[in-house]
């Protein structure tokens, strides 16, 4: 008799996770998602990124599920357009990290209604647009925004030195919003309770998967309680530290097809 995988779901991140650094998905890795979806195995994507940047991998890879976005903000079937949850931040957290910028130099990308909203399209800025494959619009006044629905903030520094902003932002924390480091040189504000992990609680109820046969893989701090809520939590080798320690199961590197190789090793009948 052939036993039935004991994970029926897996759930990744994308960014330092699933794809390269150029941003695309290897031969390999689409290979093993679809025959992992073939054998009815459910796959998805749990990403910072907003609708615009993560439909292309979806479609990409024939997600049929919703997607977790905005790092948990946003539950998203991309496929039909249908949001399931969102989360907004509050009127506090924008007014006062779009008051960081009279106080420190710094990339701010604010994300409100499908758009992305700056202060000046900067080199940092363009090369974030180049990267995810999105556009930023600079804006007249900021204070528009504080009347607009944001689903997050986004600070970029390329020296990675967040220790006054962090400091400035700390008295929000946990009470307005939620500080997370997607990457060394992302700073990301969310909603007061949200996370991937909140995020993959919600999804698995309402694909109705009990969340112990689900597999979390991610790369960095953002994905620290996913990989937590999860059946198993891995870590691929590029990851922090911290993922490192709290993960279930070291992977590879997403240079090295690490989602396949968890595909193969833990979900996979024919191999």
């Given at each position: 008799m052939r036993l039935q995988p004991l994970?029926?779901?897996?759930?990744?991140?994308?960014?330092?996770?699933?794809?390269?650094?150029?941003?695309?998905?290897?031969?390999?890795?689409?290979?093993?998602?679809?025959?992992?979806?073939?054998?009815?195995?459910?796959f998805t994507l749990a990403t910072g990124r907003m609708e615009d940047a993560a439909l292309s991998y979806a479609q990409e890879l024939d997600i049929q599920l919703p997607v977790i976005l905005y790092n948990g903000g946003k539950i998203v079937d991309l496929v039909t357009g249908q949001c399931f949850f969102e989360a907004l931040l509050s009127a506090e957290a924008v007014k006062q990290s779009l008051?960081?910028?009279?106080?420190?130099?710094?990339d701010i990308i604010?994300?409100?209604?499908?758009?992305?909203?700056?202060d000046d399209v900067t080199p940092v800025i363009m090369d974030y647009m180049n990267k995810d494959r999105v556009t930023c619009h600079r804006w007249e006044n900021p204070n528009v925004l504080l009347k607009a629905p944001v689903n997050k903030i986004m600070i970029i520094k390329e020296n990675q030195d967040f220790d006054g902003v962090l400091r400035a932002l700390s008295p929000l924390a946990g009470k307005h919003c939620e500080l997370v480091m997607s990457e060394p040189t992302y700073l990301e504000i969310l909603p007061r309770g949200v996370s991937k992990g909140s995020a993959l609680k919600m999804l698995t109820n309402l694909v109705q998967i009990d969340i112990r046969e689900v597999i979390a893989i991610g790369d960095n701090l953002n994905d620290l309680?996913?990989?937590?809520?999860?059946?198993?939590?891995?870590?691929?080798?590029?990851?922090?530290?911290?993922?490192?320690e709290k993960a279930d199961y070291l992977g590879k590197?997403?240079?090295?097809?690490?989602?396949?190789?968890?595909?193969?090793?833990?979900?996979?009948?024919?191999k």
């Amino acid at each position: 008799m052939r036993l039935q995988p004991l994970y029926k779901m897996i759930v990744t991140d994308i960014d330092g996770t699933l794809v390269d650094h150029q941003q695309r998905i290897s031969d390999r890795n689409k290979d093993r998602i679809r025959c992992f979806q073939q054998e009815g195995g459910l796959f998805t994507l749990a990403t910072g990124r907003m609708e615009d940047a993560a439909l292309s991998y979806a479609q990409e890879l024939d997600i049929q599920l919703p997607v977790i976005l905005y790092n948990g903000g946003k539950i998203v079937d991309l496929v039909t357009g249908q949001c399931f949850f969102e989360a907004l931040l509050s009127a506090e957290a924008v007014k006062q990290s779009l008051q960081l910028l009279h106080e420190y130099s710094l990339d701010i990308i604010v994300y409100s209604e499908r758009k992305l909203w700056v202060d000046d399209v900067t080199p940092v800025i363009m090369d974030y647009m180049n990267k995810d494959r999105v556009t930023c619009h600079r804006w007249e006044n900021p204070n528009v925004l504080l009347k607009a629905p944001v689903n997050k903030i986004m600070i970029i520094k390329e020296n990675q030195d967040f220790d006054g902003v962090l400091r400035a932002l700390s008295p929000l924390a946990g009470k307005h919003c939620e500080l997370v480091m997607s990457e060394p040189t992302y700073l990301e504000i969310l909603p007061r309770g949200v996370s991937k992990g909140s995020a993959l609680k919600m999804l698995t109820n309402l694909v109705q998967i009990d969340i112990r046969e689900v597999i979390a893989i991610g790369d960095n701090l953002n994905d620290l309680e996913m990989i937590g809520e999860a059946g198993l939590g891995v870590a691929v080798d590029n990851a922090h530290v911290r993922l490192k320690e709290k993960a279930d199961y070291l992977g590879k590197s997403h240079l090295d097809h690490a989602v396949a190789e968890i595909i193969e090793k833990f979900c996979l009948l024919n191999k």
